[in-house]
């Protein structure tokens, strides 16, 4: 497993933007974003292949609920993520946590089977 450590949450009124980080210690083949709010489930947020031995090299997948207004990214080098947030909705708000796997994310489960960070939290406020 690695250790993640992740950055950037904080507090924006709607329509507002934030943008996390998550650096890897190691090496990764995924990595990605989930969330969960008070009382509800734990949700995928988004993901990318961050392995450049990977046939999906750079693929990303969002939630429905997201798409169109989050952006995922890779910074190789540094073994970092970021999720950029925009158009922030009050039901936004919940815990962030980052993931990471040295296998395939082909589902959620599987990306959320190996290594997680100690989570960060936005909140949107109306």
């Known amino acids: 497993q690695v250790q993640l450590v992740e950055s950037g949450g904080g507090s924006v009124q709607a329509g507002g933007s934030l943008r996390l980080s998550c650096a890897a210690s190691g090496y990764t083949y995924c990595m990605g974003w989930f969330r969960q709010a008070p009382g509800k489930e734990r949700e995928g947020v988004a993901r990318i292949y961050t392995s450049s031995t990977s046939a999906f090299y750079a693929d990303t997948y969002y939630a429905d609920s997201v798409k169109g207004r989050f952006t995922i990214s890779q910074e190789n080098a540094k073994n970092t993520v970021f999720l950029q947030m925009n158009s922030l909705k009050p039901e936004d708000t919940a815990m962030y946590y980052c993931?990471?796997?040295?296998?395939?994310?082909?589902?959620?489960?599987?990306?959320?089977?190996?290594?997680w960070g100690q989570g960060t939290q936005v909140t949107v406020s109306s």
């Open positions: 993931a990471a796997t040295a296998s395939a994310c082909n589902t959620w489960s599987q990306l959320a089977d190996n290594s």
